[in-house]
Nanobody
Framework: QVQLVESGGGLVQPGGSLRLSCVAS????????MYWYRQPPGKQRELVAA???????NYVDSVKGRFTISRDNAKNTVYLQMNSLKPEDTAVYYC??????????????WGQGTLVTVSS
């Protein structure tokens, strides 16, 4: 089994910053692409950012220039640095990972989510 645990959410004022972390644990052999999604209140979940195993990052247009996804393969961790936050960034943020387990089985795993609230 592989588990993902997010942390770093909270309440922040508009214009502020937060850094989300997502740590993978369990039967991890290798980690492929990692993703951050978000689900605003009453809306569908959307992809925010993705990073390949080689470190190539992509972003949804609404966060380009404000958010940065990165990964530390030695720590099995992916980060989302969020700057210049806006009220419309308020959402539950989820990480998702693509893994090969120690048994060489492919798995897609979701974290439990962490709430980010941007409000004055």
């Amino acid at each position: 089994q592989v588990q993902l645990v997010e942390s770093g959410g909270g309440l922040v004022q508009p214009g502020g910053s937060l850094r989300l972390s997502c740590v993978a644990s369990g039967s991890v052999f290798s980690i492929m692409a990692m993703y951050w999604y978000r689900q605003p209140p009453g809306k569908q979940r959307e992809l925010v950012a993705a990073i390949t195993s080689g470190g190539t990052a992509n972003y949804v247009d609404s966060v380009k220039g404000r958010f940065t996804i990165s990964r530390d393969n030695a720590k099995n961790t992916v980060y989302l640095q969020m700057n210049s936050l806006k009220p419309e960034d308020t959402a539950v943020y989820y990480c998702k990972g693509e893994f090969y387990t120690l048994s060489y089985v492919y798995r897609e795993v979701w974290g439990q989510g962490t709430l980010v609230t941007v409000s004055s």
